[in-house]
């Protein structure tokens, strides 16, 4: 039962942001801007875990009351068991999670990694342009305009063009015009239509990658997920499916899922919570880099 209660804390952050924990406080998962920090470093934006004593959002009672399809009185007393295993001489252990003792938070590297796929740290920045490569390109066209004016005189071309004395006056243009029928234009002129060269085959196969667009799905109520990550970013879900196919080829059904705006991949999608937990613990005894997958049911 503990590690239901634990389970159900964390995931109700990652999904809310915030859980209040009677007798406790409300943890809250605050999240971090971007900053400039100099010239060159920027801060990634991520995630913290904090602790205040007011109470704020839903009670965690509320939640297991949902969840097990209990009353409250029920959940409260599941709550009262879960507090007395988890409190240990003035230490509050929310495995997976984080400790909490004398009101400062250690939180556990598994949900670290589950709120900051990226982590915390800095992205170089480089404030000054790179004037050679705009140098070398304007030598580079410089060179092509002079290639491209020695041929056309060479041809004779340059000269017949300053050659031509004037443009014929209108009178002179549009003496060959005819009267304009008196039937439609439609019934008179046909389209002529020009052949068109067939693509090569890297044009088309450019084409076919430029119209492909990214499948996200959207989550289904009730159903639970194996949550690998996160993201912000559609680019870095798709990396993240990529690396999967590459590195973990044997495990299938890896979709992106839209995540109340965000992008989440998931492992599998399955009706059952139990089942997506086996999935995910025999995912995690198989591979090193499944330790941070995570069951998510959505509601």
Not at 278 to 283: D, F
Request: proline residues 4%; hydrophobic residues 35%.
């Amino acid at each position: 039962m503990k590690q239901q209660v634990d389970n159900l804390i964390a995931n109700t952050l990652l999904d809310e942001g915030e859980v209040y924990l009677p007798e406790v406080g409300t943890l809250i998962l605050y999240r971090h801007s971007s900053k400039l920090l100099s010239k060159r470093e920027l801060q990634r934006p991520y995630r913290e875990l904090r602790l205040t004593k007011e109470q704020r959002g839903n009670s965690i009672t509320a939640y297991i009351s949902h969840i097990a399809s209990v009353s409250a009185e029920r959940a409260s007393d599941i709550y009262a068991e879960w507090l007395a295993q988890s409190l240990r001489n003035g230490v509050l252990t929310i495995n997976g999670l984080c400790t909490i003792e004398g009101g400062k938070i250690t939180t556990d590297k598994t949900f670290e990694d589950m709120a900051n796929p990226k982590g915390r740290g800095t992205v170089k920045v480089n404030p000054h342009t790179n004037y050679f490569i705009y140098i070398i390109a304007g030598l580079c066209m410089g060179f092509a305009l002079g290639i491209a004016g020695y041929v056309l005189y060479t041809n004779g071309t340059l000269d017949n063009l300053l050659a031509k004395k004037s443009i014929a006056p209108a009178s002179e243009a549009f003496e060959g015009v005819v009267e304009e029928p008196s039937q439609p234009v439609e019934s008179v002129v046909k389209p002529v239509i020009e052949p068109v060269e067939p693509a090569t085959e890297q044009v088309a196969e450019q084409v076919v990658e430029q119209s492909v667009e990214p499948t996200i799905l959207p989550m289904q109520k009730g159903n639970s997920y194996a949550v690998w990550g996160v993201y912000n970013e559609l680019k870095n879900a798709e990396d993240a499916v990529s690396w999967l196919a590459t590195r973990i080829p044997e495990i299938e059904g890896v979709n992106i899922y839209d995540y109340d705006g965000r992008y989440m991949v998931a492992l599998c999608e399955v009706a059952s919570r139990s089942e997506c937990g086996r999935k995910v613990s025999a995912w995690k005894a198989l591979h090193k880099s499944c330790k941070s997958v995570w069951v998510y049911t959505r509601k």
